[in-house]
């Protein structure tokens, strides 16, 4: 019996001391105060600004060609070289029409002197006539004679005229000041009347071409100022002035295209680039709603929310979880129509992190 009576006791010696110890290592965990950024409610700005792509092109295009047909003779032009207001571009074998003029100018000549021999022969006979020295029909062919002669002498004369003009045919000029960015012929080949040789640009003349969508093509007009970006230059940003608003939409865009012109300079724009067009328009104050960063704003199944943030003191607060109505997303982030006062204060970074009337500790932007 004493060693059973010793059993027990160590049976409930040991009892004692695990439960003792089980005891002394139960500590209430410390609950965890995360830090957060906030930042207080303020009103989304009346002036809205919106971009929209766009792609550059030069103001003026001229595509060179000739107004008869003929054998290149000479090609004074490549690619990319730049040509002056009347410089010759090309020319055409005009040694057939030198030939024609040749011919036209010796028959104009014959036809002055049949003319003048006519005329003299006319006064000669109207002085006789008027002597009675000569008869009625005699003078009548005379003066039949001198006119015939001055009529030949006369459409020799256009003829003349008209082939020099179209000598000139034979040679093609630049219109303008610009910049060769195409050549369609090589010399010593054969082009017809109208056939495009080369392509000519004005290079000091600069036009963006966009779409604006339907909501916001009723505050666009001709004049107004807008900006021009390009992704090549993003430190760079160049003035323009919408020249042209369609009053039809794209049929495959469904946008409405609008045509700006840079204003000054521009020699590192060609034509081609990619453009981001930047307008700002003017909103009333009571279509304006209270703007919050991007950052701020979540989005669950039941929609969008914000953690509003409610201060307890000693740089700690409370934030609750609020349903919210997004309106536009404007440069300073999103626009909230509904759920949200003037300002309240709002966590801007960090909610993923966050859950209705959880503590925080606040550190202000």
Not at 209 to 226: A, C, D, N, Y
Request: charged share 25%; with cysteine.
């Amino acid at each position: 019996m004493r060693w059973k009576r010793r059993v027990c006791v160590s049976v409930a010696v040991g009892f004692l001391v695990a439960l003792a110890g089980c005891g002394g290592s139960v500590e209430e965990a410390a609950e965890v105060i995360r830090p957060v950024r906030y930042r207080e409610v303020t009103m989304a700005p009346t002036q809205v600004e919106r971009r929209f792509s766009g792609i550059t092109k030069a103001g003026a295009v001229v595509r060179l060609s000739f107004r008869t047909g003929g054998k290149v003779e000479t090609l004074g032009v490549a690619v990319g070289d730049q040509v002056k207001l009347g410089q010759v571009i090309a020319t055409l074998d005009n040694r057939d029409a030198h030939l024609n003029l040749e011919k036209a100018l010796a028959a104009l000549e014959k036809s002055r002197i049949q003319s003048e021999n006519a005329r003299s022969s006319l006064k000669r006979v109207k002085a006789l006539y008027e002597n009675n020295n000569v008869s009625v029909s005699e003078y009548e062919k005379s003066r039949d004679t001198y006119a015939n002669a001055a009529a030949t002498f006369d459409t020799d004369t256009r003829g003349v005229r008209l082939l020099k003009r179209e000598l000139a045919y034979f040679t093609l000029a630049s219109p303008m000041d610009g910049i060769i960015t195409s050549r369609a012929v090589e010399a010593n080949e054969n082009v017809s009347s109208g056939q495009v040789v080369a392509v000519v640009q004005a290079g000091d003349s600069i036009e963006v071409e966009t779409g604006i969508p339907e909501l916001w093509i009723p505050h666009v007009s001709r004049g107004q100022l807008v900006s021009i970006a390009y992704p090549a230059m993003p430190d760079r940003r160049f003035e323009g002035r919408v020249t042209e608003v369609s009053f039809e939409s794209d049929k495959e865009t469904h946008t409405y295209p609008v045509t700006l012109v840079m204003e000054g300079p521009g020699a590192d724009i060609r034509p081609g680039m990619p453009a981001s067009v930047i307008f700002s328009f003017d909103r009333k104050e009571t279509e304006a709603g209270l703007l919050v960063p991007v950052h701020a704003v979540g989005k669950d199944y039941d929609g969008h929310f914000l953690f509003i943030v409610k201060e307890t003191g000693n740089g700690e607060a409370v934030v609750s979880k609020r349903r919210v109505t997004v309106g536009d997303m404007v440069s300073g982030g999103f626009e909230i129509v509904d759920g949200l006062a003037s300002g309240e204060k709002v966590v801007t970074a960090g909610i993923s992190f966050l859950t209705d009337g959880k503590k925080v500790t606040l550190i202000s932007l």
